[in-house]
Antibody, heavy 120, light 107 residues
């Protein structure tokens, strides 16, 4: 069965960086893409970007351009999301989700979420 | 940027039908996906490409999309359907856009 297992909760200070991992299993990793979605406490869902596990192509949300980097390691079927220059409003649960070969595809399987807290 | 508007809340009695709308400019020309999110859990895809259901999603869940409104319909509502529901589209200028979310309460 398809599973996406994310790394554990993080606490960071403003200005620091965080890197969240998402290990995939149960499907051919390079046949799909991975999107990252975050949800601030009590708020809705916000799409952060997408990476193709096939060729590494990325598509980032405009508001995060320059602060976010998404990568994959096909040897371990793991996707990574790094967010830099953290601010308090980056406090959120971060989800990885399986998408299609195109960035526009629906997100059919989700990780369990990783809470990132930014606080001084 | 493209905006999707949902009602903040919908209340429905068990066994009745809940309809959740998602408004957007000419949304009928786009593909709409719907997600269910229960408290403390990750979202689950319940409808994709306007009206398709993933395996394991009950037939009680259906979707439609036309003009400026897409609709998720939950028939014969059960207590377990109580959750937040989000619509989502892909827009060429805004990328993935999620709706504002609707909290469904089963009375």
């Amino acid at each position: 069965q398809v599973q996406l297992v994310q790394s554990g909760a993080e606490v960071k200070k403003p200005g620091a960086s965080v890197k969240v991992s998402c290990k995939a299993s149960g499907y051919t990793f390079t046949s799909y893409g991975i999107s990252w979605v975050r949800q601030a406490p009590g708020q809705g869902l916000e799409w952060m970007g997408w990476i193709s596990a096939y060729n590494g192509n990325t598509n980032y949300a405009q508001k995060l351009q320059g602060r976010v980097t998404m990568t994959t390691d096909t040897s371990t079927n793991t996707a990574y999301m790094e967010l830099r220059s953290l601010r308090s409003d980056d406090t959120a649960v971060y989800y990885c989700a399986r998408g299609g070969v195109a960035a526009a595809a629906p997100l059919d399987y989700w990780g369990q979420g990783t809470l990132v807290t930014v606080s001084s | 940027s493209y905006v999707l508007t949902q009602p903040p809340s919908v209340s429905v009695a068990p066994g009745k039908t809940a309809r959740i709308t998602c408004g957007g400019n000419n949304i009928g020309s786009k593909s709409v996906h719907w997600y269910q999110q229960k408290p403390g859990q990750a979202p689950v895809l319940v409808i994709y490409y306007d009206s398709d259901r993933p395996s394991g999603i009950p037939e009680r869940f259906s979707g439609s999309n036309s003009g400026n409104t897409a609709t998720l319909t939950i028939s014969r509502v059960e207590a377990g359907d109580e959750a937040d529901y989000y619509c989502q589209v892909w827009d060429s200028s805004s990328d993935h856009v999620f709706g504002t979310g609707t909290k469904v309460t089963v009375l």
